[in-house]
């Protein structure tokens, strides 16, 4: 199976109004079972930062990029704004794309 690549800008938390992470990838799946099973050191490990609370795909890597930089210097009032227009309950998104709920597993469902 071949991997599908897309540049993608991603807001991660560790609860509803909590620690926010903002990072760029181009595999959201990779990065995302990453962050679950603490595979990456660093802030997101060390704070429990693993809900994917939103994301945003673009066309490039170096417009994901500029994406990144430009959402992480704002305030957190206006991260906590993006995320709430899409997702106000906060749900982890990435049950969406085939991830078993925090509780259970950070695995997709598919890896079994």
């Known amino acids: 199976?071949?991997?599908?690549?897309?540049?993608?800008?991603?807001?991660?938390a560790n609860k509803r109004n909590g620690t926010l992470y903002v990072g760029v990838?181009?595999?959201?799946?990779?990065?995302?079972?990453?962050h679950r099973?603490?595979?990456?050191?660093?802030?997101?490990?060390?704070?429990?930062v693993k809900r994917l609370v939103w994301f945003?795909?673009?066309?490039?890597m170096e417009l994901a990029i500029l994406r990144e930089k430009r959402i992480k210097?704002?305030?957190?009032?206006w991260?906590?704004?993006?995320?709430?227009?899409?997702?106000?309950?906060?749900r982890d998104l990435a049950e969406d794309l085939g991830f078993a709920p925090l509780e259970l597993t950070g695995s997709p469902r598919s890896r079994g």
């Open 73 to 77: 210097k704002w305030l957190r009032v």
């Open 1 to 12: 199976m071949q991997r599908e690549f897309q540049p993608t800008v991603y807001i991660l």
């Open 56 to 60: 945003e795909q673009h066309g490039t």
């Open 25 to 34: 990838t181009s595999d959201l799946m990779q990065r995302i079972y990453q």
């Open 79 to 90: 991260k906590l704004e993006l995320i709430e227009r899409d997702n106000l309950s906060w």
């Open 37 to 48: 099973e603490g595979l990456i050191s660093g802030f997101t490990r060390d704070h429990k």
